[in-house]
């Protein structure tokens, strides 16, 4: 590589492997007493690559044809190697369409070697550099731009989306809520007109779907007001003494309406000593009610739900299998999110909220959990906690 210095702040490097008509170009910019360009040469495409990969240029003055290449070949590998750097074409009088193709490629401009004069050279090279500058300002600003239409887009896209959850939300809302509403409604009719035809396991009977009404709303409006609140505050594990087992077995208990519709029975088996261990009462139940209701839910008639508590050395496990409808792969991902259902649930009613408070527990906890099922033939959730003892 030979340099032809002249006082600068631009870096030219020409290209050519005719060394009289690279001293022409150098003597050209000397008669003009332009300071403007510093100008180096080499004479073929491989020293042209071994230079620009060691150091920086702002312009090549490209000659197309060079002992190892000819043609637009030059300019394809250039344009690849340096896409900051202006170029201009050399060429002779009889190949001035194939500048003119070069520069549609992306060169910024071309000069026919024997119409080269001081005026023409500088002002092409001043023409490129700024050319150039332009471009890739232009090209900032529109990447700027598309940035911002993406942003802008993501987040009209996130609207959307949360206003699609909250449409969907209102509809479980209401259908769920109208549900028990409907209940009570009609056991406190047949009570009311029927009340001396009723036996009195009869009139217990609709006082039961009453109770167990008005229990399932409760349960909902705590839901959403637990997801409202873990949203805008961090939940805090506060732990005291629990009698874990019998805790769990209560909750047995109280799932044993709702597993007498499903004609589901309940299996639970303990597995180790928790008698010097404390919990969080508030956040267990919401976890281990959450997953069992969901177990019996989710099951087929005439199954069973096994719940499994084991004592490790450090953790808790907790496990609940059902033999139900199973949840899908392209399901399993979206599971923890709120107001989320399954697309294979059908008419079984649910507000989505279940599972996501079931995770914002676990995480409040540091504990785990982890899924594992099979469409039409079950589901096992595993929840693993830290045991902390007195």
Not at 65 to 85: A, F, Q, R
Not at 242 to 258: R, T
Not at 264 to 269: A, G, H, K, R, S
Request: glycine residues 4%; contains cysteine; hydrophobic residues 40%.
């Amino acid at each position: 590589m030979v340099s032809m210095t002249v006082n600068h702040s631009v870096k030219v490097l020409l290209v050519e492997d005719n060394l009289a008509e690279a001293n022409l170009y150098q003597e050209l910019l000397k008669q003009n007493g332009c300071q403007e360009f510093s100008l180096f040469h080499t004479r073929e495409l491989r020293e042209t690559l071994q230079e620009i990969s060691q150091n920086t240029y702002d312009l090549i003055l490209l000659d197309l044809s060079l002992p190892d290449s000819e043609g637009l070949s030059s300019l394809t590998v250039l344009l690849e190697k340096i896409p900051n750097s202006a170029i201009v074409i050399l060429t002779n009088t009889n190949d001035e369409e194939l500048a003119i193709e070069a520069v549609r490629l992306g060169a910024q401009d071309y000069l026919v070697k024997r119409q080269i004069n001081p005026d023409t050279l500088i002002r092409s090279l001043q023409y490129a550099v700024e050319r150039k500058q332009t471009l890739e300002r232009l090209r900032q600003l529109n990447q700027e731009l598309e940035d911002q239409v993406a942003a802008q887009t993501a987040e009209l896209v996130k609207v959307a989306e949360m206003n699609y959850i909250k449409s969907e939300f209102f509809s479980m809302f209401s259908h769920d809520i109208r549900n028990p509403l409907h209940t009570i409604q009609l056991a406190a009719q047949i009570l009311q007109k029927s009340d001396e035809k009723l036996t009195m396991e009869k009139k217990r009977a609709h006082l039961e779907m009453i109770g167990s009404a008005i229990k399932n709303m409760s349960y909902l409006l705590d839901e959403i007001s637990f997801i409202s609140q873990s949203n805008t505050t961090r939940l805090k594990v506060q732990l005291s003494h629990l009698n874990l087992p019998e805790f769990c077995s209560q909750l047995v208990e109280e799932s044993k309406f709702a597993a007498l519709e499903k004609h589901v029975e309940v299996e639970f088996n303990l597995n180790g000593d928790f008698s010097q261990t404390i919990w969080d009462k508030n956040l267990l139940r919401h976890i281990l009610s959450n997953l069992l209701v969901n177990a019996i839910k989710y099951s087929a008639p005439h199954s069973t739900v096994i719940f499994d508590l084991i004592r490790q050395e450090k953790t808790a496990v907790f496990r609940f299998q059902d033999q139900g409808i199973g949840i899908s792969l392209a399901d399993q991902q979206y599971l923890f999110q709120p107001f989320y259902r399954g697309e294979n649930v059908g008419n079984i009613s649910g507000s989505g909220l279940g599972l996501a408070i079931v995770k914002k527990c676990i995480e409040a906890y540091a504990g785990e959990i982890m899924v594992s099922s099979e469409i039409g033939i079950g589901t096992t959730f595993t929840l693993i906690l830290p045991v902390s003892t007195l």
